[in-house]
């Protein structure tokens, strides 16, 4: 923050003669003027003649200090307080010499005496008020430069100083998210400076941070009073609309403030607007357009710092982690305090799994920018991943066969490093046929664990037990799961794995003890052009002597990032072994195509006290070995709401039409509700 470090001449003429005064006029025209160089050489000549001038002295003691010298200049006025004991005026320039020489402390200790002394002092009331801002001691400050008004009101020099106090204090506040506290102040701030641009900066960062585009963008043009300044605002208006996720409004802004920054021919504003639009680009997704105009930028500024910034966050978009990371690491070896630097290459290891290392990268941030909102933000998420969590979700269902079922799943899990991390789970089911009256219950219980071999592999093992009680049978039986995940290449996402579970969706089924050894895969594949490919595929061979073979694969396209909207097609195919439709639904061959549309507001990419949902929907037509086509339907709903960062809850439904493990030709609904609490804010091996 801007404050001024010195108060010129606050009574320096009270005791000078009117003649000594014309015979150093020049001099204190030079003090004046901030010509301090001259000032200096000046009134040294006046010593050298008159060695015990006191006046010659002390003005030379104040030019040393504002030329360069604070040491020197500290020493001089010392030695004058034991020339003059007493002077206040040789007091004030000593006290202010403290501050010159940034000894904040002894300078408040040192003021706070000289208040107690001359309450009324306009100079030393006003130092105090500075002393304070340079200690961030806000409120106090504040009140000592109110004080300062008082005696002298509306004083040019402590209507400034309010001004970068209260700036001051408006940005701790921001800090610790009392927002509107910050914006009363900057508002008071106006009232004294209308349309002062410092204060509309301030004020429009703030609506920055708590996303409030439209008042960041009206903050931004009030400044625009020059074509310079409204250039700036352009560029600002464009980064309001990206923080309320209005990206073609950002280019719109983004590119107009390239015509006229080019038009106006200035060139720190041209390069400014050009990395804004280079910027807009990239959050629309332009990733060709955006390289082309950062290659432009770095043939004209090569190594520049905010040309690499732009590489890294073009790489952080593009799924190009290492390309970030690496410009990243040129940013902090020419700065190593630099934001962009420290935080970027944080969450670019964190996408990289490299977790550790933003562990590292982060604490570095927050020893930096103290309790930064983004950096904060980003080491509760690496906290969230890492803290140990509980998760229940309970439902009902039912479907047109008359059967119905209550279940529930609670999970607990344990991350005991960066590496290692377990898990317990309990299952409970009930089912039950109202027209047979037949009836089971089932009981899971199972320990998990997952190593995180390589930063983009895991490998997961669970093992359980399964006791059911049906109306005919009880038995126990072993469960078990093993599978790999991994990202395998760039954009891309594969789970491997076995698995070993119970036909247990109804109550029939789960009389038969019939056990289900599954070998799996899951593969995804993303592009930079918003188009997907799931494919998912199962071998299944059954204790009932029956195997199956189930293919599902989705092609699909972005429509949207924020919220996620997206849409394609399914297609699925299944096949047994042996047709057992007495038992369950087992056609030979069964084929499903569909069209389907998915509205996401996902749960992590929202603050708290905000609302999360999710809608799906799918259309479409199964064949059934050689029976005719019939239509199908599936409906999926999920709203939400994430009370804090460590605690959600959601409601859910879905009700369809698809043949599945019972029989074609009936629909099947279901409800519930789902409850996640992360219990402690912070990892229980957290040594970072």
């Known amino acids: 923050m801007k404050l001024f470090k010195s108060i010129l001449f606050f009574a320096l003429f009270l005791f000078i003669t009117k003649g000594t005064a014309q015979d150093m006029k020049e001099g204190f025209g030079y003090l004046e003027e901030g010509k301090f160089a001259k000032a200096e050489v000046f009134f040294n000549d006046i010593l050298k003649e008159y060695p015990d001038n006191k006046t010659a002295k002390l003005c030379y003691a104040r030019a040393l200090g504002l030329n360069g010298s604070p040491k020197e200049a500290n020493t001089m006025f010392a030695n004058m307080l034991n020339e003059y004991p007493g002077d206040f005026e040789i007091q004030l320039n000593y006290a202010e010499s403290l501050l010159w020489n940034k000894k904040y402390e002894d300078a408040k200790a040192y003021y706070s005496d000289l208040v107690a002394e001359h309450p009324d002092s306009f100079p030393a009331l006003l130092g105090y008020a500075n002393t304070l801002s340079n200690l961030k001691e806000y409120p106090e400050a504040l009140e000592y430069v109110n004080k300062a008004l008082e005696v002298s009101p509306s004083n040019g020099n402590a209507m400034v100083s309010r001004k970068y106090i209260r700036l001051g204090y408006a940005y701790t506040l921001s800090q610790n998210k009392q927002y509107e506290e910050a914006l009363h102040l900057l508002n008071d701030n106006l009232v004294d400076f209308p349309n002062d641009k410092d204060t509309l900066l301030n004020k429009a960062n703030v609506y920055l941070i708590i996303k409030e585009g439209e008042k960041a963008k009206q903050a931004y043009f009030a400044m625009a009073t020059t074509t310079a300044d409204s250039i700036k605002a352009i560029n600002g208006a ?117 977790h550790d290392s933003a562990y590292v990268a982060v604490n570095k ?77 089932s009981n899971d219980y199972a320990v998990g664990a997952e190593y995180r071999f390589h930063p983009k592999a895991s490998f997961n093992a669970i093992l359980g037990t399964t006791h059911v009680s049906s109306y005919l049978n009880n038995y126990t039986q072993v469960m078990a799961q093993a599978f790999i995940k991994a990202k395998p290449f760039k954009l891309q996402d594969m789970e491997l794995g076995y698995k070993r579970d119970i036909q247990n969706f109804n109550a029939d089924l789960a009389d038969k003890e019939i056990t289900a050894d599954n070998i799996y895969l899951n593969y995804n594949i993303s592009s930079n052009f918003n188009l997907g490919w799931f494919t998912q595929y199962f071998y299944t061979n059954q204790s009932d002597g029956n195997e199956r073979n189930l293919l599902f694969t989705s092609l699909y396209y972005n429509f949207l990032q924020r919220p996620v909207l997206k849409g394609g097609i399914n297609y699925q195919y299944i096949a047994f072994k042996e047709r057992k439709a007495e038992v369950y639904f087992s056609p030979l061959r069964f084929n499903l195509a569909e069209v389907f549309i998915d509205f996401l507001k996902d749960e992590q990419a929202i603050e708290s006290k905000g609302m999360y949902y999710n809608l799906n929907a799918a259309a479409g037509y199964q064949f059934i070995e050689d029976n005719d086509k019939q239509g199908t339907y599936r409906l999926q709903g999920k709203l939400g709401y994430k009370f804090s960062g460590r605690f959600m809850a959601n409601a859910y439904a879905l009700h369809s039409n698809i043949a599945s493990a019972t029989a074609a030709g009936f629909t099947y609904t279901e409800i519930g509700f789902r409850l996640k609490w992360i219990i402690t804010s912070k990892p229980a091996f957290n040594k970072f």
């Not at 807009?280 to 955006?290: D, G, P, S, T, V």
């Not at 950096?375 to 803290?387: D, R």
């Not at 279940?407 to 409970?428: Q, V």
């Open 365 to 441: 941030t927050l020893q930096i920018f103290k309790e930064q909102k983004d950096a904060m933000s980003f080491l509760s998420k690496l906290n969230n991943t890492y803290s140990p969590t509980v998760e229940e979700k309970a439902g009902y269902a039912f479907d047109n066969g008359d059967n119905k079922a209550y279940f529930s799943t609670t999970t607990i899990n344990f991350p005991a490093s960066l590496r290692w991390s377990f898990t317990g789970m309990y299952k409970y089911r009930e089912t039950e046929n109202k027209v047979t009256g037949n009836s089971a219950t």
């Open 238 to 354: 464009a980064l309001a609309e990206h923080t309320i996720h209005k990206e073609k409004k950002a280019l719109h802004w983004a590119t107009m403030a390239v015509d006229k920054s080019t038009t106006l021919g200035d060139e720190e504003l041209i390069k400014k607007s050009k990395e804004r639009y280079v910027q807009a680009l990239i959050w629309n997704r332009k990733y060709k357009e955006a390289e082309k105009a950062v290659n432009e930028l770095a043939s004209q500024y090569p190594d520049d710092s905010s040309v690499l910034a732009l590489w890294a966050t073009l790489g952080m978009y593009r799924s190009d982690f290492r390309e970030s990371i690496s410009s990243y690491q040129r940013i902090l070896e020419k700065d190593t305090t630099s934001f962009d630097g420290n935080l970027g290459i944080a969450n670019a290891y964190f996408a990289t799994g490299k």
